[in-house]
């Protein structure tokens, strides 16, 4: 019943605090007194990277260790793992375009040898490198274990690249949200709709995994109609 | 699996993008056994050995090789009770003669002296240490039996053995099978035709469309 | 373990020496890419760069996947590949063997690619063999990284092409911590930091090789 209702409500919930995310971030907050406008920027570009570095590309990483561990490897976790990492792709290429948006103004140039930048480059290239490598293998079972394997040392590298890139050159700016000692540094209207934004893009990740994992099964019950026919095919070549 | 069975498969299918190779294969065979699957190209024969080598998973069906469960079992355990003579050749084509069967000698722990024995008794003695890549297709097919005889399985599966050899390596393999399983292996091999052997009498079954057409059991 | 990765290592290594493809096709391939890289700088600083370390890196790149591939290859043909699976192997074994045999050749290309680049990109002599510590660790890193990606991709579709995908992105912390490091050794200057990312890919890709190559072969 809890299940049904809150299937049913994602959706929904989901579009009102984007709305509302939208609604306070473009026309209630203020400007800042040195960004300007530019500072609405605030409402999507983080929210939309800790969807696609945390969220997304975490979802895909527990999915494919709780499918290489024996007790709980089922072919439900291997879907979700394949769908989240599509999303996290969408998400991954939001939150670098985002970031090139934000970063031109203030920067000065699209694209800079930034640490944060760099990793997330690098991590959409990663998950792009997993999906390639599901469409290269056929059986589903060989699929599902590389694809897994594919997801745990990419998480992995995750942490390597960016330590890697940070002591490489760093022009990011710090912690955003929070300052070292977790005090923040958003206040008011700003910080609810900051909250806001996180939550509604957090929901929107759910939703997207949702349809995409309803596609996926669909998919494969398509193939599955297909293949009996083919068995069949197959078996009155056997007949002739 | 009743005692006495080393494979017992039940509406086995395999498939490969999307297209069933074994389209339902029900199958049993007993221990100490020598059978011959035959049928037109296609029919799925290789993928049948492939099959109860644990090198392809099944994709629906029920099926039990050696002891091991071929949907819930570990694979990996069945290969290492298969011996496996596949058409294309099973060696490094860089090694020679001799390096190929110390490798697979030291892989199964099995005493270096042991290879000289099986050189001799496949006939390519005075081939110790020619390049694999510079032998015949008949001296690699002999040498793919050394590796064979190296490992002592308890099941042969052995994809078309026969192409490539002379009458008189025909009567060869005819001689070592009987002997393979008189020692208490099980054999199964494939071959285009049904087996012109004048001293083997192997249980012929016949494939068509990745299923069992006929077996004379 | 510790036996079969020394017979899969010296197997490989033995073909190695059979075939002469690291020394024909490999170090050749590697020569030229460095020749090109000086070419590329121009006229004006192939000489006097210092682009040297990172060049060096660049090239080296392009050699490990060469050989990660031909790595594969070797066991890819149908009929070894199901003989050599029903050999029941540990894949740990495997997975190391396979690593020390691709380190060593990595090792061999690299110090002639080294001299190279001592020799065409005018880097200080005495700065590579105070790098040559750093290049093995990174070059070792690559090895287990590499094998690791190899068997990911080994007998899949356009194997060849995925491999890159997979692997290069992998490679961009040895790269930036093996051209830093290298860089520092020019400069005699030293950074732990580049050590400790070189140490823990290393004991990383080692580690989780160890772990999941068994699952890599299973199917």
Known sequence: MIKQLSQRLLGPVTLLLLVLTFWLGLWVTPPDRIQGNLVRMLYVHPAVAWVALYVSFGTATIASVLYLWKRTRSGTLDRVAHCAMEVSVVFIVLTLITGSIWGRPTWGVWWAWDARLTSTAILGVLAIGYLALRRANDDPVLRARRSAVFAIVSAINVPIIHFSVQWWKTLHQGATVFTSNRQLLVHGSMAWTLLLSFLGFTLLFFWLLRARYRLEVLREETQRATLDLALEMRQREGAR | ?217 | MIRTAWLVAKKDLLIERRSRVLLWQVVPFGAIALLLSGLALGPTHAGHSSAGPGLFYLVMLFVALLMINRSYVIESTPGTRASVQTLGLDPAGVFLGKSLALCVELWLSGLVLLAGTVLVLHTALHGALLALPSVLVTLAAMAAAGTLYGALTAGGEGAATLLPVLTLPAFAPLLVAGERSFSAALTHSGLWEWWLILAVALVAYVGVGILLYGVLEES
């Open chain 2, 1 to 217: 699996m009743p005692k006495g069975l080393v494979v017992a498969l039940r509406e086995a299918v395999v498939l490969s993008s999307g297209f069933p190779l074994l389209s339902g294969v029900n199958l049993e065979l007993e221990a100490q056994s020598l059978s011959v699957i035959t049928g037109a190209n296609g029919a799925g024969k290789t993928s049948l050995l492939r099959l109860l080598a644990g090198l392809v998973s099944l994709s629906s069906g029920e099926g039990t090789v050696a002891g091991v469960d071929l949907a819930k079992g570990d694979l990996r355990q069945l290969r290492r009770r298969v011996g496996w003579l596949g058409h294309e050749g099973s060696f490094y084509n860089d090694l020679s003669v001799r390096e190929n069967l110390v490798f697979a000698a030291s892989a199964l722990a099995r005493p270096l002296k042991d290879i000289d024995s099986v050189l001799e008794r496949v006939g390519l003695r005075s081939r110790l240490e020619t390049t694999t890549k510079a032998l015949s297709a008949g001296q690699r097919r002999r040498l793919g039996l050394a590796w064979l005889l190296l490992r002592r399985a308890e099941l042969w599966l052995l994809d078309e053995p026969y192409a490539s050899l002379d009458e008189q390596g025909r009567v060869f393999f005819d001689a070592l099978l009987a002997d393979v399983v008189d020692a208490g292996a099980t054999v199964i091999l494939s071959a285009h035709d049904p087996l012109r052997s004048a001293t083997l009498r192997p249980r012929q079954i016949v494939l068509r469309g990745g299923r069992v057409e006929s077996d004379d059991s």
